[in-house]
């Protein structure tokens, strides 16, 4: 499950591109990239990828950076988890009417994948009995963070119970009580056979289930994407599967799985994970630090200092800078959805745009002009289009562009410049092996996004 | 005096352009020239500003803004007050027999010019009479950032008096007890007649007066500006003017003025002489706060979001950005010393780099790549150069340009691109009556800013 859209680690993570594809953890992979990675291999199926349609290109790029083969399903539109496990259920039983599923967060954190891996196994083999196992952990502080759940007296296995109940996120006192008492916290993440799962939605949920197969009926594969149903799919309610199913059913276990593990929720659960220098710091990107402590320093760029401070949280993109105290890190969403309702669009775009065929930046702007730095991937190609409002100059800094200018063809190599004026049909294409790197310069009376007529794209965008 | 190079105001105070230059005060003026413009107009003669050479280009710009007439004096290399004071007042001299001088430090804000003007024409009087003024503060708070001066018995005017004693930055305690005792704070503002400065300092600092009195001598008009002859000042002991002059003589005085008045030595002391909202925050530029109190929050550009703190100051300039604490951030200027050690262009460069005939300012760089914005004053003139490793594509996004490629000379209006072969010799010129903008795309194998050969040059520089 890889859909949703993490506001509260702004300014990183943004609509266009949500945490779980951020290369947050070390070694500069993102969570979803590692998720998939811990269950490619020997005892797993071919992964199903269920994410929004927005998110296609960037989920399909880092999957074929990680190697790792995978269906990837579209959702037309957000509708939590219930929605995503019914689909994936019903993909996972017509490849085998026997199959199990694990359901898996891409923005989770996992410390130790080989223990994961065996706790798989575990939760896989009681799956198979018809139970529908939540992936519990073992606390390690009373979290007010996460939910909890309440293992129940029946043992179904080592570490493994059957679910007594759920419990909301508590404050601090009644999170002690819970530690004490040997809750677990609720991941989020499951193991059932799709068969006992379809069953159980049938029963607490049958809108949800009647919308997934419909939906799944009547998708369409476009390149290497199936795209869900859109009317199927938006007749599905809104629902999470612990509401859906799970607080409902007599069939759920839960697993006491002793793993490091953290949902980074925002950047205070990123510092507590992450190893801190001895003054407790955590400091990524270009930065210095001065007489501070227990404190996040992240920039993707900028030169970030910091003085005499503690416990707050700094992280720099190009175009926004979030200062935050490290305790109260969470209210970043009020904070970012403030800003969405204000209209900036630094609140929900990256300033570097993924596209199917590579990336896009503004450098520069100011009244008439616009200056882009684009990047198109070997092999790739950009529509054939025409602008109302603006004449652009494209100068070849790196690799080689096949440009189409009103159908005549040519190369440009580094160091070239090709003039497109305004109202001619052009296109670009990288006909190389190696990045093409171009230096865009606007000029015109508008030269807004909009501002673009699609004749002919390979990826079938409008 | 208007060559210090005040770090503690980093990232936006830096070597190549320090604070008394950055429109820090409200209304977008530089102390610099709120500065001059206080002391314009009747009973005041021209000023003589006292700079570093490496400032004479904005300092002529910034003075041309404001419409003050000034003689720049150059100083070939920093040397404390007392140098610059002894050539002010050997120039002031060679004006007139008996002129009577003001010693200005060009990084004050003062809060009220009327008040100002008339404490000028009291100390104006008592200089007249041979005293040698300072303008002393009356504390509004037991700073433990100022020095202090002891007024003494002897009246010498009303709020003037015989001056006592000098006395260094106390701690708090110390400092209350100064403010208990009538004491004020040494501004570092002077009035004098100059010829009893030049005794004084004859008298005190002969070595001082002669330097200054030889590099005048040896002074060379250079288009506006009159550079001090560089072997004569070399010679000049570094001392301050309270060093080697206040402390010693028998002619001080000080007068007790009432007006607001800051050094801004930090970053904490603009934040409190800013206007402030109700949660003690001054906000400016690009912001958004959260449950935030008594904080200085200031972007030049970049959306700058602060969550849930107190106390803090957040700077965010193009390329670097500034967390501190309030009350610490004095330490900025450790912070500085540090990154400068460490060789980090931000520390002593801005992105933006000013030059005779306009800026200009990276705005994307690669491997054999670099992308510059350009801007152009009218009537302004580039040197005729050369490089060696790169070739140049600029493209006009505002305003006209006259290139000249290998003596053909060639006109160049918006939308229109100009190539510069590796090897060419090229000039550009704006003969409009606007400012010319040029996108620069910069492409070979070596884009440094010493890849330039300068053939000639209407600024005279090498």
Redesign the interface.
Known sequence: MAGGAGTRL??VSRDTLPKQFIALLDGGESTFQATVRRVSGEGFDRPVVITNQDFRFICAEQLAQVGVDADIVLEPERKDSAPAVAVGAVIASARREDALCLALAADHLIGDAEAFRADCQTIGELAAKGHIMTLGIRPTEPSTEYGYIRPGAERLGENAFRLDRFVEKPDRATAEGYVAEGYVWNSGNFAFAARVMLDELTRFAPAVVEAARASVAGAVRDLDFIRLDPASFAASPKISIDYAVMEKTSRAGVLAAAFEWSDIGSWGSLHAVKPRDEAGNVVEGDA?V??TRNSLVR?EG????????ED?V?V?TQ???????R???G??K??VA??KA?K?P?ASEHLRIFRPWGWYQR??I????Q?K?ITVRPGATLSLQRHHHR?E?W?V??GTAEVTIDGTVKLYH??E?A?LPIGCTHRMHNPGKIDL?I?E?Q??SYTGEDDIVRIEDVYARQ
């Open positions: 702004w300014p210095a001065l007489d920039s900028l030169l970030t200092a910091v003085v005499g401070l707050v700094v720099t175009d926004a800078v979030l200062v935050a105290d305790t109260k890190a209210a970043v009020d904070l403030r800003m204000e900036r630094q450098i520069d100011g009244p008439r002009f200056v730095h004449a100059h100068v800094v790196h580094e160091n410049a003039y790197k230096i310069v000029v015109g």
